[in-house]
């Protein structure tokens, strides 16, 4: 161990699972515990205040999960080290193993903890995504991250309204504004396939913000939208799947 | 969100891990991975073992065939031909099967059961009508005509009987061994699933990661929760036709309640309202334990600043009603675990048997709100 002052943050909701990491941690002076939460939303938070070189991240947590804390940590500029702890999560487990993602099985040895910690690395969004896939219940996020400037922006998915593809990014529109994100739209498509409708190549909305269809004078289609003036031209393509959809609702 | 956006969700939600496991499944043999195929009543005609056991049963229908017939041009020299002509039919017909199998494993059981035996009809008059024409072009080039058949309506028809009755019964066989096959494989995974449905590895870990950190901070309560779970695992473990009393049943819930409120701490409420119950009244074991279990689970975690568990007791008409009710996620998103209906499966099946018609599970869904109802008979 060469730093011997390395920072550390505990993020698990439940407060007896925290204190035993805690303990362990005694034993490992080479660690610094500067932080603990319950919640993902605070973890995000606590990592942009204390800079943690590394964070053990428990998988099932109410609200955001730990996965999806861990990918909205990636987006961030200097991200800690994640080694992610659980129970048991079948599906996780043999995902992490298949991305040789550190993860730590409750109740943790210590030894397994100094191994872990000492090992631990930063993982990649791709990583991630591959794990939160496998994790079936963990797949689709709820947030989406945007950075502005130096800070994590977290746009609840329920106020998306859309995702557009403009020439290199992808814009978010929601009901605070609009934002950039690093994310390309068929990734997105196929993430949120369950509540987001694509109307055309470029554009995808949230099915909860479709008001109608409508049809003009000259045969083509549009799309209103609840919380958005804005109408959206419909492609050919998408129309047949939009309308089973509509139906559906 | 609406409850159909929530059943899709959990469809998709399983696919990628579904076809994970069938790729795993898969790569040993180098079968085909697509799960309707490997569930389709009809075997794989193309593959070697198939091909042997097609040509196996043909050359037996052959011997039955010519050892069944007045022996009129000599045993082997009948034997030879008869089965020369059904080896053809039975190629011709496995062929048949092995290219249509993919689409006839596309429809369902009784049209594909029908098309299978259409196709073996068709191929065996095609074939038939072939033998006969040929029979009739080598008659006349001067072959010994014995050995081809004479009538041909006769011919026809009588090969389509019996194809008819052969194909009948294979597919017939095949089915009845498909559906054994899948109850065999459906029975082991019930034992397993019923082994997990009394005992869910979150909960059993979880306690453990508990008692290990309260062996530290507060050894008396690490003692305690040790004695409950073993309580809880010594009627989790047993045999599960055994009753217990009322009173009992309501206390190992209460002892699971203890232990993941240890965990869980101020987010997890359980308001009791269960004084109305006889306690004496006897009961199948673990029937509201796994209710209150699903209900923390699925209800209590996931909401990010807990909430209350209702658990009430009441008597109607002779009946007993429990009823074990949990808050929901707002947003309606409900986890797609494995676990969720099994333990209420095993639940209702176990009522019915205690008490037939009368022992029901009445699962009721309202906005925010999620209510599993026991109802059975009793009698003072």
């Not at chain 2, 819930?253 to 269960?274: A, C, F």
Request: aromatic share 6%.
């Amino acid at each position: 161990m060469s730093t011997p002052d390395l920072k550390l943050l505990i993020v698990d909701d439940e407060p007896p699972a925290r204190e035993r990491l805690q303990y362990l941690l005694r034993e490992l002076p080479a660690w610094r515990v500067v932080g603990s939460c319950g919640t993902g939303a605070e973890a995000l938070d606590l990592v942009r205040e204390l800079k943690p070189d590394a964070v053990l991240l428990d998988i099932r947590m109410p609200g955001m999960s730990g996965i999806e804390t861990a990918r909205h940590l990636a987006g961030i500029s200097t991200p800690p080290a994640v080694v992610f702890t659980t129970a048991y999560d079948e599906h996780a487990m043999e995902a992490f193993d298949a991305q040789a993602v550190g993860y730590l099985l409750k109740p943790v040895r210590l030894e397994r903890l100094r191994q872990a910690l000492n090992q631990a690395a930063r993982l990649s969004a791709a990583q991630l995504k591959e794990i939160a896939k496998a994790d079936g219940e963990n797949a689709p996020r709820r947030n989406i991250a945007a950075r502005v400037g130096e800070q994590l922006k977290l746009i609840p998915l329920s106020q998306v309204i859309l995702f557009r593809a403009d020439q290199k990014y992808v814009s978010v529109l929601h009901r605070n504004g609009v934002d950039l994100i690093d994310e390309s739209l068929k990734d997105l498509a196929e993430e949120f396939a369950a509540t987001f409708l694509r109307v055309h190549r470029s554009v995808l909305v949230n099915a909860a913000q479709v008001e109608s269809l409508e049809k003009d004078a000259a045969g083509r289609y549009f799309l209103k939208l609840r919380a958005h003036a804005e109408t959206l031209p419909v492609s050919r393509r998408q129309l047949g799947e939009l309308k089973r959809h509509l139906r559906s609702t | 969100m609406s409850k159909s956006g929530a059943i899709k969700l959990d469809s998709r939600l399983d696919s990628p891990s579904a076809a994970l496991k069938n790729q795993r499944a898969a790569a040993p043999g180098g079968r085909t991975n697509n799960p309707a195929l490997e569930d389709f009543f009809l075997p794989d005609f193309c593959a070697p073992r198939m091909v042997l056991a097609v040509v196996l049963i043909s050359e037996l229908l052959a011997l039955i065939f010519t050892l069944a017939r007045p022996d009129n041009v000599g045993f082997l020299t009948d034997l030879a031909r008869v089965s020369l002509f059904v080896q053809w039919l039975g190629l011709t017909g496995a062929t048949l099967l092995c290219y249509t199998r993919r689409w006839l494993a596309a429809q369902s059981v009784t049209v594909a059961v029908l098309l299978a035996f259409g196709l073996l009809l068709l191929n065996t008059m095609i074939l038939s009508e072939i033998a006969y024409r040929l029979g009739t072009t080598l008659s006349d080039s001067g072959i010994n005509e014995t050995l081809f058949p004479s009538s041909r309506a006769g011919f026809l028809i009588r090969n389509l009987g019996i194809c008819g009755i052969v194909s009948a019964m294979l597919l017939r066989y095949f089915f009845v061994a498909h559906q054994w096959r899948l109850h065999v494989r459906a029975e082991a995974r019930s034992r397993i699933h019923a082994l997990q449905a009394r005992i869910r590895p979150h909960f059993l870990f979880n306690s453990m990661n508990t008692i290990a950190s309260l062996t530290r901070t507060s050894p008396k309560l690490a003692e305690e929760a040790v004695e409950d779970l073993a309580d809880l695992f010594r009627v989790t473990l047993r045999d599960s036709d055994k009753l217990l009393h009322l009173k009992e049943e309501l206390e190992l819930s209460r002892m699971y309640q203890r232990i993941e409120g240890l965990r869980l701490g101020p987010r997890l409420q359980v308001k009791w309202d269960v004084a109305e119950l006889p306690m004496r009244a006897l009961v199948p074991s673990l029937i509201v334990q796994p209710l209150l279990e699903n209900a923390i689970y699925h209800g209590i975690e996931p909401l990010d600043g807990g909430g209350t568990v209702e658990v009430r007791g009441l008597r109607e008409n002779g009946d007993l009603v429990i009823s074990v009710s949990n808050p929901v996620r707002a947003d309606g998103r409900r986890t797609a675990r494995d676990g969720n209906h099994l333990a209420m499966e095993n639940i209702r099946q176990r009522l019915r048997l205690a008490y037939g018609e009368r022992g029901r599970v009445e699962v009721e869904e309202t906005p925010g709100r999620y209510t599993v109802t026991l109802r059975f008979p009793h009698d003072e």
